[in-house]
């Protein structure tokens, strides 16, 4: 005696059967990382007397990650660290000279996470400079980088630096990115003459010691 199967029971056979057939056709999927974000922080945006700066960061997610410091600037760095348990790092770099720095933190890749950058931190190193200040009694007059001194002229007088050198220059708490302008000063023992508009900015007397980072 013949049995019949249901209908319903061939249709949902066949309809499991052609499931199988294309999960096993379909390539696996490669493993993927997981997305990762990395924090900078410096414990000081300025330095004096070649002092070390402390660079603190949290990578997430956390865990124990190969971290890579890039410094860029007239005497740039890079250094690693690896990050402990709770994503956490922290290192210490000392710059060789004075100049801007731009730092950035890097969560090197591994099996499991992706690649990460900070945001930029900007680290200057200064130095003591002995300065004076010129102006009245010389508007109108040229400058020997170009053009005539005038009262609301921002700039400094050096010696030897090439003219449209930055120089970054801070008194009392204030500071101030200016270019070379003029050659001066012409008085022993100084390093720069400032504009009278540059000294009235950072408020700095007529003559004394700021910080310079050239």
């Known amino acids: 005696m013949r049995f019949t199967l249901p209908a319903t029971l ?5 309809v499991l059967g052609s499931a199988s057939a294309a999960a ?3 390539p696996k ?3 993927e990382r997981v997305r990762s974000h990395i924090s900078l922080h410096v414990s000081s945006h300025h330095l004096v007397d070649n002092r070390a700066v ?3 960061g949290r990578v997430r997610p956390r865990g124990p990650h190969r971290v890579k410091v890039v410094v860029r ?3 740039g760095a890079t250094v690693g660290t690896t990050s402990g348990r709770n ?3 922290s290192l210490r770099w000392r710059p060789t000279g004075v100049g801007s720095y731009r730092v950035r933190a890097y969560g090197v890749h591994d099996k499991g996470i992706e690649a990460s950058v900070s945001a930029a931190r900007r680290v200057t190193a ?3 400079a002995a300065a004076s200040y010129y102006g009245p009694g010389l508007y109108g007059g040229a400058l020997a980088c170009g053009g005539t001194l005038q009262p609301g002229t921002l700039g400094v007088a ?8 930055k120089v970054r220059l801070r008194y009392r708490g204030r500071s101030l990115t200016v270019r070379v302008v003029d050659r001066g000063p012409y008085v022993g023992g100084r390093d720069f003459d400032l504009t009278a508009a540059t000294k009235a900015r950072l408020r700095f007397p007529d003559t004394g010691v700021l910080l310079s980072s050239r």
Do not use: D, E, I, N
């Open 158 to 165: 050096h010696k030897t630096l090439p003219c449209g050198s």
């Open 29 to 31: 999927r490669q493993h």
């Open 87 to 89: 994503g956490s790092f």
């Open 54 to 56: 402390t660079l603190r």
């Open 126 to 128: 200064y130095r003591a």
């Open 10 to 14: 061939v249709a949902a056979t066949l």
């Open 24 to 26: 096993q056709q379909q």
């Open 73 to 75: 600037g007239p005497h």
